[in-house]
């Protein structure tokens, strides 16, 4: 049984940065697609940052883009979200996510929709106010 644990949220300044770690147990993430979403107060939830299965293929959101940064160390079976100069409007509560399927064959472009995962963990609140 797949378990995804979030940690690294909290209350940060506007432009500081915080990196948010999100660890496998019960399952290995090499070749897997994985995501970083979040989900702020009567809002959709919004894919962030994800990457392809084999790591090739990263996609962002417009609004994060050249601010955050996926990664993966599989060997830890953790992914990384490293979030700079946050903005008061990147408050929300932050979730991995880890798609089942497993390659080969693997996709070339990372997707990052909501309906492309299907294992979540339960998310780390971050605020950004000061």
């Known amino acids: 049984q797949l378990q995804l644990v979030e940690s690294g949220g909290g209350l940060v300044q506007p432009g500081g940065s915080l990196r948010l770690s999100c660890t496998a147990s019960?399952?290995?993430?090499?070749?897997?697609?994985i995501g970083w979403f979040r989900q702020a107060p009567g809002k959709e939830r919004e894919g962030v940052a994800c990457?392809?299965?084999?790591?090739?293929?990263?996609k962002y959101l417009d609004s994060v883009r050249g601010r955050f940064t996926i990664s993966r160390d599989n060997a830890k079976n953790t992914v990384y979200l490293q979030m700079m100069n946050l903005k008061p409007e990147d408050t929300a509560v932050y979730s991995c996510?880890?798609?089942?399927?497993?390659?080969?064959?693997?996709?070339?472009?990372?997707?990052?929709?909501?309906?492309?995962?299907?294992?979540w963990g339960q998310g780390t609140q971050v605020d950004v106010s000061s």
């Open positions: 990457m392809s299965d084999l790591g090739t293929s990263t």
């Open positions: 996510a880890v798609d089942s399927r497993r390659g080969p064959p693997f996709r070339h472009n990372a997707r990052c929709g909501p309906n492309d995962f299907d294992y």
């Open positions: 019960g399952y290995t993430l090499n070749y897997h697609a």
